[in-house]
């Protein structure tokens, strides 16, 4: 009776080889296909996350389309010129006083401080505002506060020598001024105001091309 031939030690270990690499094989897969599906899912994620923020960025375009055209509040009036201005060093001494008249003739770059200022926003146009008088020489900005500015050390000594101003009238006695809760900046001539940006949390960051125009304007007039 003829026998089937025993399974050879050799060939039993060829067969174990191949179910290896078969099992290793389908664990690689199964690991690839969970990174794969693990990275589809944060990739699916920061997507949401794109959305979502290009979602608020376009609700929150009409208010800064709002506050970007606070300016014409300010445009085309003129600051009184009878108002009677504190000059102070950044130690907050009383150094003269002067009328508005005289201190705002020709033209200037009047940054305008009001009682309610977001901090935030002033901090960040006290600084700028440092650098544009560098630009365009100190004699030709002048900082304005209608509250006493002079007590408020933390902001005074942020000024350099030529210090700055307080007046007793609110908003500078401008007419269609708004809330005055943001700093202001303006291009004066003999007082009255040719062009102004509002700074306010969502139009800070226009302000840097704001300071680029001024700074590009009075070079031209030299």
């Known amino acids: 009776m003829d026998h089937e031939p ?3 030690k050799t060939e039993m270990k060829k067969e174990i080889n191949t179910k290896l690499i078969l099992a290793v094989s389908v664990i690689l897969l199964a690991f690839t296909n969970a990174v794969t599906y693990f990275l589809f899912l944060a990739k699916n994620s920061e997507y949401k996350a794109a ?3 290009s979602e608020k960025q376009l609700m929150a ?3 800064i389309v ?3 055209f606070q300016h014409v509040y300010y445009d085309g009036d ?3 010129s009878t108002l009677t201005a504190k000059h102070y060093n950044r130690s907050g001494r009383l150094l003269a006083e002067v009328k508005t008249g005289e201190l705002l003739k020709d033209e200037k770059v009047v940054l305008f401080l009001s009682t309610n200022t977001c901090s ?3 901090e960040g146009e006290i600084n700028q505002i440092q650098d544009l008088s560098e630009k365009i020489g100190k004699d030709k900005v002048v900082v304005i506060a209608d509250f006493p500015l002079h007590e408020q050390r933390e902001w005074s000594l942020r000024f350099d020598g030529s210090g700055y101003y307080e007046i007793a009238k609110e908003h500078l006695g401008l007419k269609g001024s708004p809330s005055g809760e943001t700093p202001v900046v303006m291009l004066t001539e003999n007082g009255r105001i040719k062009t102004s940006f509002v700074v306010g949390q969502q139009t800070s960051a226009f302000a840097k091309e704001f300071h680029e125009y001024l700074s590009d304007h ?3 007039a030299k």
């Open 6 to 8: 025993f399974t050879t």
């Open 51 to 53: 959305i979502g923020d």
């Open 61 to 63: 375009i009409p208010s």
């Open 66 to 68: 709002d506050a970007m």
């Open 78 to 80: 003129s600051i009184q």
């Open 120 to 122: 935030a926003c002033a």
């Open 218 to 220: 009075f070079k031209a």
